[in-house]
């Protein structure tokens, strides 16, 4: 079965971390764009992190550079991103997915396969 399953959301405390996991199953992720999303109640889904195939180039939202990392492991077919310093505001379901093989930055159009979400929560 070709799916993505996003895992490692929670409940944390402002200034904390957490780090998410995405794993492929019944395709490689080799060679495809990766990003992550997120939808927070009430707002459009946003671009958060997103990274070209070979991993060259790699897009942040402002609000979360410098705080927030993707990154791929091609031999566990598993895609990461890795938060930090988190905020209030990033409360939100967060969602893996995967564009084609041509680097189209982060618009949530350009992207065809996703995971099913994972909640992310921060709050004292």
């Known amino acids: 079965q070709v799916q993505l399953v996003e895992s490692g959301g929670g409940l944390v405390q402002p200034g904390g971390s957490l780090r998410l996991s995405c794993a492929a199953s019944g395709f490689t992720l080799a060679g495809y764009v990766i990003g992550w999303f997120r939808q927070a109640p009430g707002k459009e889904r946003e671009g958060v992190a997103c990274?070209?195939?070979?991993?060259?180039?790699?897009y942040y939202a402002d609000s979360v550079k410098g705080r927030f990392a993707i990154s791929r492991d091609n031999a566990k077919n598993t895609v990461y991103l890795q938060m930090n310093s988190l905020k209030p505001e990033d409360t939100a379901v967060y969602y893996c997915a995967t564009g084609g093989l041509t680097w189209f930055g982060c618009a949530s159009r350009r992207y065809g396969r996703w995971g099913q979400g994972t909640q992310v929560t921060v709050s004292s």
């Open positions: 990274m070209s195939s070979s991993g060259a180039l790699t």
